[in-house]
Structures are given as structure tokens and as C-alpha cells.
């Protein structure tokens, strides 16, 4: 028994959601976002709220059960307030700028790394140290922020590189040298 799955999803107001054949669109003061919905979870809109269900109890039903609840959830939740994910860089000479919608990285590689933003990501700059990505579309602005924290990631003996904000990362001693 799925406990996330069978929690009805409410419609806040300013929210328009609709649903055909499996798929939904939510559209909201943000922006718009549509998803389709796998064929054994139906989906009905009442008294302002979602409510699913899936056709048995086999176990990939079950799983995507909750799974269908949260990403439409998400949607909803995104479409009202976008979502950000902070990055900070640590490192000498380590710092990043916007130019037009692209994100400029100077990470001590002998040439400049450019991330373009995906259709519907902005990026924030407040300094050097810091990047700002926001998106509506919480699945996206996650993988964004992974692919710019690809481009170098933390090291564990100083700390350089590009990490989450609330990130921690276990610093390694290191060599410990002949006595």
C-alpha cells in the first residue's frame, strides 16, 4: 500500500490542471509543464485535488504509483515558485560569469568552460564564487546543476573545484612524509 501514492495532490489557486489520455499539462503563473503519465496509473480531478490510482498491486505498479504523485506534485509546485539549486566554486582563480543566457567558467583548464542553459533554466551570478540555477521544472534544474558540477568536481585533499552549497565535503589528509 503506497501511502505517498494514495495522498490526494491539491490544486492551489492560480493553477490550471489538465488531464487527457495519461497526460497532464499544469499551467500556472511561472509557466507551463507537461508530462505523461504511465497506462496503469489513472488520474481524476476532484473537488479541486488529484487523486490516483493504479490498475493492481504488482510491484512496478506500486512503484510508480508514488513516483506519478511526486512528479505531478512537483509540477504543480514549480509552476507556483521555481526552484533553484545553489553551487559554490572553491579554488584560486576558480570563478564564473553570465554572458547573455550562457555560464562562462574559468576552472584553471587552459581555456574557458561555456555551459549553455537548457530552454527554460536561468542562471544567477551574485559573485564570482557563487551560481544561482533556476528552472520550473525541478527534474532539470537538478540535472543542470550536475552537469555544471561535472565540469570539476570537489577534490578531497583542498577542497577545489565546483560542489552544491550544502554540500560537505570529507577532506583527506595527506601525505604524511618520512620521520
Known sequence: MSRIGNKPITIPEGVDVKIENNHVTVKGPKGTLERDVHKNISLKVENNSIVLTRCDDEPSNRALHGLTRTLINNMIIGTLHEYTRQLEINGVGYRAKK????????????????????SGITFEVPNPNQIIVKGIDKELVGQTAAVIRTKRP?????????????EVIRRKEGKAGKK
Open 99 to 118: 554572458e547573455g543566457n550562457n555560464l562562462v567558467l574559468n576552472l584553471g583548464y587552459s581555456h574557458p568552460v561555456v555551459v549553455e542553459a537548457p
Open 154 to 166: 570537489p577534490e578531497v585533499y583542498r577542497g577545489k573545484g565546483i560542489k552544491y552549497a550544502e
